[in-house]
């Protein structure tokens, strides 16, 4: 009984919170900070500087999110189709792709970004609820003379 007569006092409390709170926080860091990978693979085409590029994101997370899928603006990249931004329901993976010419030696940069749910996924779908979380990555593309 004694034990127990413990856990009452004031300072028990606040140390057993703080204890709480740091592996609530470990936890949830753990989760939020790897919820999609990102695999960036550029092949080359039948003509010279021109690429197919491939975006692959991978979704970490058992709930489904909606992604807004994009490359960074370069002056050294044109987009032989269209410099397209992607918003999806990613459940488990999904690819991307634009075709490029490449003017010079330059850096892709591709990125993800989870966004608010706005009639994007099926109904009926668990959603990781929305959050500022933003994933990217870069790839070096060498031209050939």
Same mark, same amino acid.
């Given at each position: 009984?004694?034990?127990?007569?413990? @856990?009452?006092?004031?300072?028990?409390?606040?140390?057993? &919170?703080?204890?709480?709170? &740091?592996?609530?926080?470990?936890?949830?860091?753990?989760?939020?900070?790897? @919820? &999609?990978?990102?695999?960036?693979?550029? +092949?080359?085409? +039948?003509? !010279?500087?021109?690429?197919?590029?491939?975006?692959?994101?991978?979704?970490?997370?058992?709930?489904?999110?909606?992604?807004?899928?994009?490359?960074?603006?370069?002056?050294?990249?044109?987009?032989? !189709?269209?410099?397209? +931004?992607?918003?999806?329901?990613?459940?488990?993976?999904?690819?991307?792709?634009?075709?490029?010419?490449?003017?010079?030696?330059?850096?892709?940069?591709?990125?993800?970004?989870?966004?608010?749910?706005?009639?994007?996924?099926?109904?009926?779908?668990?959603?990781?609820?929305?959050?500022?979380?933003?994933?990217?990555?870069?790839?070096?593309?060498?031209?050939?003379?």
């Amino acid at each position: 009984m004694t034990s127990f007569q413990i @856990l009452c006092q004031p300072r028990a409390v606040i140390h057993l &919170l703080i204890v709480c709170l &740091l592996l609530e926080m470990a936890y949830g860091e753990d989760n939020w900070n790897n @919820l &999609l990978s990102l695999s960036l693979k550029v +092949s080359s085409m +039948s003509k !010279s500087n021109e690429f197919t590029v491939t975006l692959t994101i991978t979704n970490n997370v058992d709930k489904c999110m909606v992604v807004k899928i994009s490359t960074e603006d370069n002056p050294n990249i044109k987009y032989l !189709s269209a410099h397209a +931004s992607y918003t999806a329901c990613i459940c488990t993976v999904n690819n991307y792709f634009w075709d490029i010419q490449v003017s010079a030696n330059t850096v892709l940069q591709g990125k993800a970004e989870v966004v608010p749910a706005k009639d994007i996924c099926p109904d009926g779908e668990n959603i990781f609820p929305a959050t500022s979380y933003t994933e990217t990555i870069t790839h070096e593309i060498l031209v050939t003379s």
